[in-house]
């Protein structure tokens, strides 16, 4: 892919934060992600690829924009897998809670595994540890490896774990080994990319989440030299079908990073909806409105932080209607 795409997906990131932002505190989780997913999907037509999407809103029959299969894109070269998450978080937006994002993540064509709506069972840290975890280890011995390569005492290090019940063992284990808990509502793309980004005060991430969520973090860590492992966690037979239909063979295989994304030319774009550890939310400022977002290359391992401010007289789809009677 030409790196001048990278910008190219920011610009659907950021329409999607804009508009999702605007819904920020109101209670209402659905309003705002059908606002992220309509802007993005409107944006995407206005980008010069060929994009089919391979993780999206759902099958075709669940979701009327950025399902699974749709094409995206005014369907020029380059031909793209396409992965987004137009509002990763949808609860922290609706409540006013940190770390909502808007993501993409995009690929040539094959490179990004087709992971079901199911669960995925995952552990992942930043490019100084990575080589030194096993999804298999006993949690007392990833954190003293992790401890180890970063050179600091299992007491420094920060576990970042989705505070759901079906944690609670790994979050007593990580406690009875003297580390330390950050417990998340909602969003582990946002959580697993902290573990390798300086000063988010994340060292690892531990526990269940979605699969979609999963090659997203994926994307992300391959541009910063981060790990991910993970392994699909089925509950149903429905959720084995669901696995099975994806062409998948082996669905206790253990997914290491090249099995999630198998190439390094990905692109990965996030744009801060509400404030978080990486990224600011979106400002409203009157006639203007700023964005914070983060966008990466594998191939050369390029990061970039891109701060824009938006003309709203320019883009009335992002202007609230006021009654002036």
């Known amino acids: 892919m030409e790196r001048e795409l990278a910008l190219e997906f920011v610009r659907v990131t950021e329409a999607a934060a804009l508009a999702s932002a605007r819904l920020m505190g109101r209670g209402d989780k659905i309003a705002a992600d059908q606002a992220a997913v309509d802007a993005m999907r409107r944006t995407f037509d206005t980008v010069f690829v060929d994009g089919t999407v391979v993780i999206g809103e759902g ?14 894109g005014t369907g020029d070269e380059p031909q793209v897998d396409v992965a987004v998450d137009p509002l990763e978080g949808t609860n922290l937006v609706a409540k ?11 690929s040539g064509r094959g490179c990004l595994l087709h992971a079901p709506d199911i669960y995925m069972d995952k552990i992942a840290v930043g490019p100084k540890a990575a080589g030194s975890i ?26 970042i774990i989705l505070d759901r019940p079906r944690h609670q063992r790994i979050i007593q284990e990580v406690r009875e080994a003297g580390a330390r808990v950050k417990l998340i509502t909602d969003g582990d793309v946002s959580a697993a990319i902290a573990t390798a980004v300086e000063d988010t005060g994340v060292d690892i991430l531990f526990g269940i989440g979605g699969a979609p969520e999963g090659v997203l973090a994926a994307a992300a860590l ?11 966690y089925p509950e ?7 696995i099975i239909n994806m062409g998948i063979a082996d669905m ?3 997914l290491l990073l090249d099995d999630l994304v198998k190439d390094d030319d990905v692109i990965f774009a996030a744009t801060g909806i509400t404030d978080g550890d990486m990224l600011k939310g979106v400002r409203f400022l009157g006639k203007t409105a700023s964005t914070h977002s983060l966008v990466m290359r594998g191939k050369t391992g390029t990061i970039r932080f891109v701060e824009a401010v938006h003309r709203l007289d320019k883009k009335p789809q992002f202007v609230v209607s006021r009654d002036c009677s």
Do not use: W
């Open 96 to 106: 006013g809670l940190p770390n909502s994002l808007s993501v993409l993540a995009v």
């Open 236 to 242: 149903d037979h429905e959720d084995k079908e669901k």
């Open 252 to 254: 206790n295989k253990l």
């Open 59 to 72: 099958e075709m029959d669940e979701a009327p924009m950025l399902y699974t299969g749709e094409k995206v």
């Open 222 to 232: 391959k541009c910063l030299g981060g790990e991910i492992q993970a392994r699909l």
């Open 134 to 159: 096993h999804l298999d280890a006993p949690v007392k011995d990833n954190l003293k490896a992790v401890a180890k390569a970063l050179h600091r005492n299992v007491e420094d290090l920060v576990a």
